[in-house]
């Protein structure tokens, strides 16, 4: 989907939708606004219910400040024109309340971007805005003093977040990204001391897989056509379900011995399609795509383990306060969370990009997944449903225990019920 073609007024209703959907802001709360190639700014209408806004809600403020609509527009308007004032860089500004990121708003404090790599790379520095009246000028003020820092992303205190952006789906990507961050960091808050990731750490294991060499597929069979819809459909249900953000998380299945497919690189994921998705065959890519980073991780999984067909990285937020903290997870909750997720080993964060054979031996029938330190968790199993169940009941488990702290001791399954269960279901 090229959706930077569509017109100013669809692109805020698209967005819009995917926030207020995303329960990341209200009926009253939030306001979106995009900076055309004319100097006109489109905006959401003031006192307008956002979750059931049409195209003729969106409102335009001419360059000589007239108004064209059939609404006011938001009353935050001023702080948005400020902004494009401010940098002559961005064309889109989101502005909402997500609750993970007003409980930063409120300590007047802003998110750890190091803890997962991603973060900081879609997000950049994260700015601190003092408070002042919201719709007024000196709130406007205080934002745009931060963009001129060349941060893109700030906190406003006691109010909620902005984001701007050189257009609005990657200011988007960048304002779920970052609650994401935090809703990670409050969660990991409450079982233990959160760390971070090395600048130096971070730097030193990028991996490009642009430069994988290419081929160009004969045909596409029917498995493969199947495989490839079935994918989509899991990964759109993945966002959905918040375990998947636009930019994180990777899906693959094998093809065969030496091939497989895998999600593409920097795709929104709510939005990926069928053609979307790369073939890796023989250590090459399918031309003209760029494949997840992960893509030689996941090839060292399928050539040392035969019984794997499927795998999942992702980064829902409960499981990841396990990742980005010292706390193990422990599976021996309920009869499901051991059945499905069974032992949970943490690796360091270097060892899929330093070791990854290394890496891939941990995986078997009694460990099918792992936490990677301060990056991810990886799914294995045997087609693209087994897999996708054990994500969610991993994210689930993780929920249950953090959710657990405060009203009692755990008490986990004994090891006579863990044999008595590994006995009934023949494990």
Not at 37 to 65: C, F, H, M, Q, Y
Not at 144 to 158: C, H, M, Q, R
Not at 203 to 227: A, N, Q, S, V
Not at 258 to 279: A, C, H, M, Q, W
Request: hydrophobic share 40%; aromatic share 8%; glycine share 6%.
């Amino acid at each position: 989907m090229d959706i930077h073609v569509l017109h100013p007024a669809d692109q805020i209703i698209m967005i819009m939708e995917r926030v207020y959907e995303s329960g990341l802001t209200t009926t009253s709360g939030g306001n979106i606004s995009i900076l055309d190639e004319n100097g006109d700014i489109w905006i959401t209408p003031a006192s307008v219910d956002k979750g059931s806004l049409t195209r003729r809600d969106i409102v335009k403020v001419n360059v000589d400040g007239t108004v064209e609509g059939i609404h006011k527009p938001s009353s935050e308007f001023p702080f948005h024109q400020l902004i494009y004032k401010a940098r002559s860089g961005i064309k889109a500004v989101i502005h909402a309340h997500p609750p993970a990121l007003v409980a930063f708003s409120i300590v007047r404090n802003v998110p750890n971007t190091w803890m997962v790599p991603s973060v900081q790379h879609v997000c950049g520095e994260v700015g601190l805005a003092t408070y002042a009246l919201p719709g007024s000028t000196e709130l406007g003020e205080n934002i745009a003093d931060v963009f001129k820092k060349g941060i893109n992303t700030v906190i406003l205190e006691n109010h909620g977040v902005v984001v701007g952006f050189p257009n609005l789906f990657r200011a988007y990507k960048a304002f779920e990204t970052l609650d994401f961050s935090a809703r990670i960091e409050l969660e990991a808050s409450r079982i233990g001391k959160p760390t971070e990731i090395s600048k130096e750490l971070l730097e030193k294991h990028e991996i490009d897989t642009k430069e994988l060499k290419e081929f160009i597929p004969e045909t596409y069979g029917i498995r493969e056509r199947e495989l490839r819809t079935e994918m989509c459909q899991l990964i759109h249900r993945a966002y959905k379900q918040q375990l998947f953000t636009s930019t994180q998380g990777t899906f693959s299945h094998r093809l065969s011995d030496n091939s497989f497919l895998i999600t593409p690189y920097d795709i929104d994921r709510k939005y990926i399609e069928p053609g979307d998705i790369v073939r890796i065959e023989n250590g090459k890519k399918e031309i003209g795509k760029t494949p997840s980073r992960a893509a030689m991780f996941h090839q060292s999984i399928y050539e040392l383990h035969p019984h794997i067909e499927s795998i999942i990285i992702a980064h829902p937020p409960h499981f990841m306060a396990f990742a980005v903290t010292d706390v193990q997870f422990d599976s021996r909750t309920i009869p499901e969370s051991y059945l499905l997720l069974k032992n949970v080993p943490k690796l360091d964060y270097e060892a899929p990009y330093v070791e990854p054979n290394k890496a891939a031996k941990v995986f078997n029938k009694q460990t099918p997944l792992a936490i990677v330190k301060n990056d991810c968790v990886i799914v294995t199993g045997k087609n693209l449903l087994h897999a996708f169940d054990r994500l969610e009941v991993a994210e689930y488990s993780a929920k249950a225990l953090i959710s657990s702290v405060g009203i009692g001791d755990i008490v986990h399954i004994s090891d006579k019920e863990i044999k008595d269960l590994e006995e009934a279901f023949d494990l």
